[in-house]
Antibody, heavy 125, light 109 residues
């Protein structure tokens, strides 16, 4: 079964740090680009960060640049997100999601086809 | 940054009725980068549609997507009880940031 399982969330004080993990199974992890997406309580989805298969390409949403760091360990089938200098605006459920690409002729299509169940980060004093 | 605006915010319908959800972009982009997701309370999102009109694996054919340019539509032909959820569109696969729309809630009338 293809599966992503996040862990590492918890309660942290403003200015604190957390490291989120995402364990992949049921597919060849090293073949897939990966993402982190978050959802604040009662709000919509926000894409946070992306990492390519060999970590050569990394992107962040502007609101987390300089504070969050995405990484991966293909040997351990794991994705990570280091969260530093946390504020209450970072309170959210954090999902890892697999990048999917389809090709039909000359057309390439994209989406996030596998999601974990999420891990909750609460920033509060 | 390309913004996506979904309408309506909430759709109140009965099982068996059809639903039409709109996603409008602030700039033109290729439909190959438009995806739709379904999210039920307490669950992770699920990919429904990629490339604006292609159903993902195991998605029933009552779900269909269309559109191009700045206007995209998700249509649910006949609502089943399990279809009442929040639906998000997303631009994904071109240059980041990869924004989501704010969501449309389809609720039971």
């Amino acid at each position: 079964e293809v599966q992503l399982v996040e862990s590492g969330g918890g309660l942290v004080q403003p200015g604190g740090s957390l490291r989120l993990s995402c364990a992949a199974s049921g597919f060849i992890f090293s073949n897939y680009n990966m993402n982190w997406v978050r959802q604040a309580p009662g709000k919509g989805l926000e894409w946070v960060s992306y990492i390519s298969t060999r970590s050569s390409t990394i992107y962040y949403v502007d609101s987390v640049k300089g504070r969050f760091t995405i990484s991966r360990d293909n040997a351990k089938n794991s994705l990570f997100l280091q969260l530093n200098s946390l504020t209450d605006e970072d309170t959210a459920v954090y999902y890892c999601a697999r990048d999917a690409e389809w090709q039909e002729g000359d057309y390439h299509y994209y989406g996030m086809d596998v999601w974990g169940q999420g891990t909750t980060v609460t920033v509060s004093s | 940054e390309i913004l996506l605006t979904q309408s309506p915010g909430t759709l109140s319908l009965s099982p068996g009725e059809g639903a039409t959800l709109s996603c409008r972009a602030s700039q033109i982009f290729s439909s190959t980068y438009l995806a739709w997701y379904q999210q039920k309370p307490g669950q992770a999102p699920r990919l429904l549609i990629y490339g604006a009109s292609n159903r993902a694996t195991d998605i029933p054919d009552r779900f269909s997507g269309s559109g191009s340019g700045t206007d995209f539509t998700l249509t649910i032909s006949r609502l089943e009880p399990e279809d009442f959820a929040v639906y998000y569109c997303q631009r994904y696969g071109s240059s980041p940031p990869w924004t989501f729309g704010q969501g449309t809630k389809v609720e039971i009338k």
